[in-house]
């Protein structure tokens, strides 16, 4: 038997091979972003979640309200937390499958866990080969090689987050990865992923638990949600600065409240964890993206916006085009009279002031730039607004604040952090 996914987008932003070599970020975030728009995309958003259930029949009614975001959601206790590292443009957890410790790229959009890129995979006595074949290519990298079922623990052997009849690709052949980083942990954001809803599934399957199902259904979590809490890079290597909470909100993490909206029903944003939201520059509220349709995840390392915002903020900031590496580059002068951008989501703004808009200074070397210049970590879509899906507010926008992905109310939620005002870079 055979599975086959084709062309499945890799959430977390950069793969093992692009970690010391970033000049061709903007390309290749751009490439991201118009996957999203493809038609043949698949989703993986909550919505295309109880979709699949609804169509398998997974007979589970556990939904806390009616989908419109105004539900309880998940609360502090329930959830357990999961250090995660910083690898530059990406995270990585540990996980162990099968008794053996591998370094899994955190990927939300891709339904498939895998491991042996980069270490060879030893099956234990859970493990059992169901003789599928896997073949994912992801843009910037693949693998294939065949289905396990078994035991995988998140967050290395001695976590109490063990999932029992885990279903997991073991890599044969893979490209674009190694460099310690093992394979990828598959759409945790969703409680199920898509694994191929086109003619390419050979028996049919649609649908498979990923490892926040199965948390759910064994137990090990009372809610289908994960709030996960970012810091902005600091250096061009691995920092246990990240943390994902599964099943529940962090409160150490965040100052102030949660703002949850539902997921917005403009499409295609609608398909995955999109909202609605407003974008204005400085204290006059210069407007620089109207209130429209997007997605929030680290579907891009950059913040992507349509490339009539994305020339207003050029306009608004004075920024002019490195050709080198792709970005705005900012004089010192301009950088000091920077403004903060308001990101109006529901009924509150949060503000990405002038420091978190700059690409980190100690990595300009590696986009190629200058040493002592100003990027910012803005980038065009490369189309005009009103296509649905406006925007992405990608790794370096998650990086100031905490997002939570509430799969049972169909909701995202934003809340501010210490990282919001941080003077890091």
Known sequence: MSRVIIDSIPIAPQLAADIDSLRSLVQKDLRRA????????????????????????????????DGSGSGSGPTPASGKAVTVDDATVTYMMSCTIGGSEYNLLIDTGNSNTWCGADKKFK???????????????????????????????????????KIENQSFAVATQAQGFGGGMDGILGNIQSGIGPVDLTSTTVHGISSIPTVTDNLFKQGLIKTECIGISYSPTQTNGNMA????????????????????VPITSTSPAS????????????????????????IVGECTT???????????????????????????????????????????????NFELTPNAQIWPRAL??????????????????????????????????????????????????????????????
């Open 34 to 65: 118009r996957k999203h728009l493809a038609p043949e995309t698949l989703a993986h958003g909550p919505r295309a979640i109880h979709e699949a259930r609804n169509k398998e029949d997974y007979g589970r009614h556990h939904h806390d309200d």
């Open 123 to 161: 099956p234990d006595s859970s493990c059992e080969n169901t003789r599928d074949s896997v073949n994912v290519s992801y843009g910037s990298g693949s693998f294939s090689g065949t289905e396990y079922t078994g035991t995988v623990t998140l967050g290395g052997k001695d976590s109490s987050m």
């Open 241 to 260: 600065n990240g943390e994902l909470m599964f099943g529940g909100v962090d409160q150490d993490k965040i100052t102030g409240d949660v703002t949850y």
């Open 271 to 294: 398909k995955y964890w999109g909202i609605d939201q407003e974008i204005t520059y400085g204290p006059s509220n210069k407007m620089i993206l109207k209130q429209t349709a997007g």
């Open 302 to 348: 950059l913040i992507m916006i349509s490339d009539d915002a994305f020339q207003a903020y050029q306009e608004a900031t004075g920024a002019t085009m490195d050709e080198t590496t792709g970005l705005l580059k900012l004089s010192s002068e301009k950088f000091e009279e920077l403004e903060s951008l308001n990101f109006k989501i529901g009924n509150t």
């Open 364 to 425: 300009n070397s590696a986009l190629g730039g200058d040493t002592d210049s100003v990027y910012t970590v803005f980038a065009s879509m490369g189309q005009i607004s009103g296509v649905g899906l406006d925007f992405i507010n990608g790794f370096t926008w998650l990086q100031r604040f905490y997002s939570v992905y509430d799969v049972s109310n169909e909701r995202v939620g934003i809340a501010n952090t210490p990282n919001t005002n941080a003077e890091t870079n």
